[in-house]
């Protein structure tokens, strides 16, 4: 989010001055870095719809637009299709969201059951009633996005800075910059993109956010069943299985129980407790499966109602916010690193994301995606 917003910034006015901070420049620990990057449609409320329609349109030229003299990025973009599994009693929000995808142009199919099995026979099951397939769907590198970002917002003039950021520094109504370990960095504007630790952040400049870090563990699978003929599937309590070349899958599977904090400790145990029996009571296919290795990432959980909170607090001048992408915040960082660009810069937003601004967490005003897809 935050090289993203760097590149749009300078992307419209190359004479601006900008510095991303970042603690880590190998950004070991960042979500983005330990994210699926699955990409979709698959999404209810219209916003987040045009979000990842320009994420894809934007991706297909994503390696000329980002390269750096002879250097591109390789995003290694793959159609693969998610299938969305519906569980009995789902139809009608599915249908719904299924509809508002079709409306903006999109052609989402819905499958029977018999149709899924015929299909792709490692997803038979009987845990849904239907299935919502989005071949556009798929899989992005996200260490090529931020590399490529990264690299091109260096090569228009921003600065990167390693540094702990202490605090955002404010006066009455407006940010003054931010400290970075016992030096000040002035700035009439500052952007939150503090992934998973953007509530730590906010709270130096007395800024409430409704966003809590959550471990998420994800893990690689081999088994002996073609993966080039798959899309990722999703199944109705929401593990999801995503389907990798080589016979490997991505498997996970976010509880109510996960971990709060800043916790990337990964357990096999969980696993075998939770993920493998989950997995094999959707997709008896997978009873045998080889788990290669795992790892655990951070959501930034929105805990008011999942969505990214996009936009300049109201009651704070200068201070910018990216913040709250719970899981699906990579492939937004497209339309977000722009839209935040636009604002700032006071040019007419190319997308109307102002349902998603900051005003709604003052104002108490959920902005819900269908609960079920936010994975
Ligand atoms: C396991 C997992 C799977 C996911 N899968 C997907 C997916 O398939 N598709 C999708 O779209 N999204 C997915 N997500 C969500 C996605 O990864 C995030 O929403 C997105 O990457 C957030 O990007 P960000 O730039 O906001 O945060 P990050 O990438 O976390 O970057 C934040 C940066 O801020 C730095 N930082 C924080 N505080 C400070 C400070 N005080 N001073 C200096 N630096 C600081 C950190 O070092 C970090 O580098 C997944 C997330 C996880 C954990």
């Not at 607090?313 to 636009?342: D, I, K, M, T």
């Amino acid at each position: 989010m935050g090289s993203a917003t760097a590149y749009w910034l300078l992307h419209y006015d190359p004479a601006i001055r900008v510095a991303v901070v970042d603690r880590d420049m190998t950004f070991a620990r960042s979500s983005t870095l330990l994210s699926d990057g699955n990409v979709r449609i698959q999404f209810n409320l219209p916003e987040n719809i045009a979000i990842s329609q320009f994420a894809m349109d934007f991706l297909e030229g994503f390696s000329e637009t980002m390269a750096v003299g002879e250097w591109h990025p390789d995003p290694s973009c793959r159609h693969q299709g998610n299938l969305f599994l519906v569980a009995p009693g789902g139809e009608d929000d599915a249908r719904h969201g299924l509809e508002a995808q079709n409306r903006l142009g999109e052609s989402v199919e819905w499958l029977s059951p018999e149709q899924i099995e015929a299909a792709y026979p490692p997803y038979a099951g009987t845990t849904y009633v239907a299935g919502t397939l989005g071949r556009r769907d798929g899989s992005v590198d996200p260490a090529a996005v931020l590399e490529g970002y990264r690299r091109k917002a260096a090569s228009l003039g921003a600065e990167y800075i390693q540094g702990e950021v202490q605090a955002v520094l404010r006066d009455e109504q407006a940010v003054v910059g931010v400290e970075v370990g016992g030096d000040l960095l002035s700035a009439p504007v500052v952007v939150n993109a503090a992934g998973a630790w953007c509530a730590d952040l906010a709270e130096t400049a007395g800024v409430p956010l409704p966003v809590t870090p959550i471990m998420r563990s994800v893990f690689v699978l081999e088994a002996d069943i073609d993966s080039e003929l798959l899309p990722s599937a999703f199944a109705p309590s929401g593990l999801y299985v995503l389907a990798e070349p080589g016979n490997t899958y991505l498997v996970s599977w976010s509880l109510p129980t996960d971990p709060v904090g800043y916790d990337f400790s990964v357990s096999r145990q969980h696993f075998d407790d939770a993920i493998w029996p989950e997995l094999v009571r959707n997709f008896p296919a997978f009873e045998a499966v080889r788990v290669l290795r795992g790892w655990a990432g951070l959501y930034a959980n929105n805990v008011l109602d999942g969505n990214g909170i996009i936009g300049e607090w109201p009651e704070l001048a200068g201070l910018y916010l990216a913040n709250g992408f719970s899981g699906h915040g990579f492939q937004q960082c497209h339309a977000v690193g722009r839209h935040l660009a636009e604002l700032i810069l006071g040019r007419p937003p190319s997308l109307d994301l102002s349902k998603m601004s900051p005003a709604r967490i003052l104002a108490n005003e959920p902005l819900y995606e269908h609960a079920g897809r936010l994975i």
